[in-house]
């Protein structure tokens, strides 16, 4: 039977339905963090280990870091390090979490859990209608950002998505966000994915050690803590010091990142470089047009070569209609990482049962559309193409000295510049300055949501 999904449109306006019945009932969204039942069966099945008991031993870890959601507190070692002191602040967590009518509070159940849930897994209740699926925070992989492939996001970079939303997706601007508000979501956000890591990484280490569960070893057990046996006790202050050695490690890649911040260089002053499709449309009828018509041809070479080899996801005409079958990390991490195909709907049956959503392609960014859901600006462009998109398909460059270098990126955005046939990418463009309408999206055409650039 075939599935039908909404577009992002029809999705928010579902989503606003929703909020207002929810506010209306008064009916408040559970105030629990829902274990990663998912993560934890995954394990189960590949090794046919009940995990039952280790999901619990990690929850109990984490909320005793971590609190709950109406009282979010933060690891004690936060207070005793001074690297982390100015990182994240427990005022700005108490402003975003709790009741979304609480007076003062509330800020993430009132404008994040309905998609992204309570517990950052990316499951609220709108999620199983959006596509692509609310990001999940718990794996610490966030798409769009300043930083390299496997690096955290900087909290601006968190915090930009939060202040301007995603073009193209149901995830989007809230104007009557103050910057306070942004500043203490942007917290929030870090503190849910840092909480959510954590719990599997408890779960992860303990399998990679062995730890005998059928045995009756446990990552922690808490009854141990004010045991009178000394060796008992001993016993727990070891697996407890594991525990916060294992948050630590996780908090330490977050502070990493704005060490690991991408600088873009200056365009070259050979030929021009479009920073919008507008100004594209303008450079292409100027005294530059030749030079820019130059680089459109080297970055449509660039595009169709092996090197570069960005037709072989997006298509020949940058359509998004080459490889289409591909899946995010998200959904890999629970399927094929454990030999599943996410095609084998019978096999993903006890895991869809415990909270996965079931799997959807990661369909390539159709260029015709000019929304780019990373930033259109050509430094963005410049970074999803260098750096790649964490937890997509889309890989980092690779150069190759004579082939394709860094100032053939500048080529390549041009190239996509060109192939733009609607002016949803340009807030200020009007339809008059469209280059041509195409099948695929002609202008005023309802957007299709895919997670590529």
């Known amino acids: 039977m075939q ?56 929850v109990w870890v984490v909320t005793k870091m971590f609190g709950t959601p109406n009282e979010p507190k933060l690891p004690d070692f936060v207070s005793e390090e001074e690297d982390f002191a100015d990182w994240l602040d427990l005022d700005r967590l108490v402003r975003a979490s709790g009741p979304a009518d609480a007076e003062g509070r509330g800020l993430y159940r009132k404008h994040c859990a309905l998609c992204h849930g309570v517990t950052g897994n990316g499951r609220g209740t709108t999620a199983a209608i959006l596509n692509p699926y609310p990001r999940d925070y718990r794996m610490g992989v966030f798409k769009f950002k300043s930083t390299p492939l496997s690096y955290k996001p900087t909290r601006e970079d968190l915090a930009r998505v939060i ?105 070259p002053a050979d030929f021009p470089v479009a920073n919008s499709h507008k100004d594209f449309i303008k450079l292409s009828q100027g005294d530059q047009a030749e030079a820019l018509a130059k680089s459109v041809a080297r970055g449509n070479e660039l595009f169709l070569g092996k090197v570069a080899s960005c037709s072989k996801c997006h298509g020949e005409k940058g359509l998004g209609n080459g490889q289409t079958t591909d899946y995010d990390e998200w959904t890999k991490d629970w399927t094929a990482r454990i030999g599943i195909k996410p095609e084998d709907r019978e096999s993903l049956i006890p895991l869809l049962a415990r909270g996965a959503l079931p799997p959807i392609n990661a369909i390539p960014r159709n260029f015709a559309e000019g929304l780019f859901h990373g930033g259109s600006d050509s430094s963005d462009l410049y970074r999803r193409i260098t750096q790649g998109i964490d937890g997509s398909p889309m890989p980092a460059a690779t150069f190759v000295e004579g082939q394709f270098e860094e100032q053939d990126v500048w080529h390549l955005i041009n ?13 200020n463009a009007t339809p008059s300055e469209s280059v041509g309408e195409s099948p695929s999206q002609s202008v005023g055409a309802e957007p299709k949501a895919s997670p590529a650039i």
């Open 163 to 267: 202040r301007d939303g995603i073009a193209g997706t149901a995830m989007v601007k809230i104007p009557e966000l103050s910057e306070e508000d942004v500043q203490a979501l942007t917290d929030y956000v870090i503190y849910l994915s840092w909480r959510g890591e954590t719990e599997r990484a408890l779960i992860d280490d303990a399998v990679m050690e062995g730890v005998d569960f059928e045995g009756g070893e446990r990552i922690i057990n808490p009854e141990l803590a004010n045991s009178p046996d000394e060796e008992k006790k001993e016993e727990f202050t070891e697996a407890w010091e594991i525990s916060e050695e294992i948050a630590m490690g996780v908090a330490e890649s977050w502070l990493e990142a704005d060490d690991e911040v991408l600088e873009v260089p200056e365009p």
């Open 415 to 427: 190239f996509i510049r060109s192939l733009q046939t609607a002016d949803a990418g340009d807030t």
């Open 3 to 58: 599935r039908f999904r909404f577009s992002p449109h029809v999705a928010m306006m579902v989503c606003a339905v929703v909020c207002v019945s929810v506010a209306g009932c008064r009916e408040e969204i559970p105030v629990t963090f829902e274990p990663n039942f998912v993560h934890a069966m995954k394990y189960q099945i590949k090794d046919n280990v009940s995990m039952d008991q280790a999901s619990e031993d990690a």
